[in-house]
T-cell receptor
Framework: DTGVSQDPRHKITKRGQNVTFRCDPI?????LYWYRQTLGQGPEFLTY????????KSRLLSDRFSAERPKGSFSTLEIQRTEQGDSAMYLC???????????FGSGTRLTVV | AQTVTQSQPEMSVQEAETVTLSCTYD???????LFWYKQPPSRQMILVIR??????QNATENRFSVNFQKAAKSFSLKISDSQLGDAAMYFC????????????FGTGTRLTIIP
């Protein structure tokens, strides 16, 4: 197991286009989290899954954002009608138990032009 | 809502010396977890150390230790014998122990190691 994988590493898209990111967690981890990090800031929580159930969504996650985790394995994060303000690093993390620290992926850098 | 404050945007330390990074947080809860994460230039965040609020003993991981002052809501990270590989952004994070699993991060401290 090579850790948490995120694809793609970088994405440049035109404003108004839809984008989808993928996260593959560590295989035995049942919890999966999405965060967004802008330059010079700490990561901000977006949403998390326990197995296939999406248990919490941040108010940051507007209706243009949707996340899924079918069958409790990999997860996708889709952003519809992208805006320049969506430009950020999108981080995925997974964990086995709720009270331990996460394992993060390397992130997907989104640039909206 | 909980907040985490890191008041030192940048710190530097001579190689082999000791440095302390500050973190304060605000919460009305009594049971929670605190973390320090390291984010090297490659951007993958790595867990450095974890502290459970109900444990009075400060956590230690090799050269990394914390000074947890619950009453003062302070959680500083001490790095001993600093090494070039310690250069990174360091983020302090808070997590409640009451169902909500999200981490609340501070804005980070950039640590530079001077050879």
């Amino acid at each position: 197991d090579t850790g948490v994988s995120q694809d793609p590493r970088h994405k440049i898209t035109k404003r108004g286009q839809n984008v989808t990111f993928r996260c593959d967690p560590i295989s035995e981890h049942n919890r999966l989290y999405w965060y967004r990090q802008t330059l010079g800031q700490g990561p901000e929580f977006l949403t998390y899954f326990q197995n296939e159930a999406q248990l919490e969504k941040s108010r940051l996650l507007s209706d243009r954002f949707s996340a899924e985790r079918p069958k409790g394995s990999f997860s996708t994060l889709e952003i519809q009608r992208t805006e320049q303000g969506d430009s950020a690093m999108y981080l995925c993390a997974s964990s086995l138990e709720e009270n331990y620290g996460y394992t993060f992926g390397s992130g997907t850098r989104l640039t909206v032009v | 809502a909980q907040t985490v404050t890191q008041s030192q945007p940048e710190m530097s330390v001579q190689e082999a010396e000791t440095v302390t990074l500050s973190c304060t947080y605000d919460t009305s809860e009594s049971d929670y977890y605190l973390f320090w994460y390291k984010q090297p230039p490659s951007r993958q965040m790595i867990l450095v150390i974890r502290q459970e609020a109900y444990k009075q003993q400060n956590a230690t991981e090799n050269r990394f230790s914390v000074n947890f002052q619950k009453a003062a809501k302070s959680f500083s990270l001490k790095i001993s014998d600093s090494q070039l590989g310690d250069a990174a952004m360091y983020f302090c994070a808070y997590r409640t122990n009451f169902g909500n699993e999200k981490l609340t991060f501070g804005t980070g401290t950039r640590l530079t190691i001077i050879p």
